[in-house]
């Protein structure tokens, strides 16, 4: 359920509200955290990369093989304005996929 309603959020361009929304997850999935990049990437702000970044500290290693998640925090790192951390993350996935690409 809170990963439609982030959707929801995101799809009617109230990204704080699917931040808050993700706030309250006591497990987020890799589909909340989609969703939460989705909306940092949305905002562009020096907060939504500092959220970003500490919320991708936090993702299992597992995670990073679901092409998706990994081409959505991509996205929130550089339209968030951070090219050398996505860059990196970019070069140094160890499974290229072709969703990056």
């Not at 706030?23 to 959220?51: G, I, Q, R, W, Y």
């Amino acid at each position: 359920m809170y990963g439609a309603m982030m959707k929801g959020y995101v799809d009617n361009n109230l990204p704080e509200k699917a931040i808050d929304l993700f706030n309250e997850v006591e497990n987020p999935d890799d589909v909340h955290m989609l969703l939460l990049f989705n909306s940092c990437a949305h905002l562009k702000t020096k907060e939504a990369l500092d959220l970003v970044k500490k919320i991708s500290k936090q993702i299992p290693k597992s995670f990073y093989s679901n092409p998706r998640l990994l081409t959505s925090l991509l996205d929130a790192l550089l339209k968030c304005g951070d090219v050398a951390h996505a860059e990196a993350l970019f070069y140094s996935s160890k499974e290229i996929v072709l969703p990056i690409y």
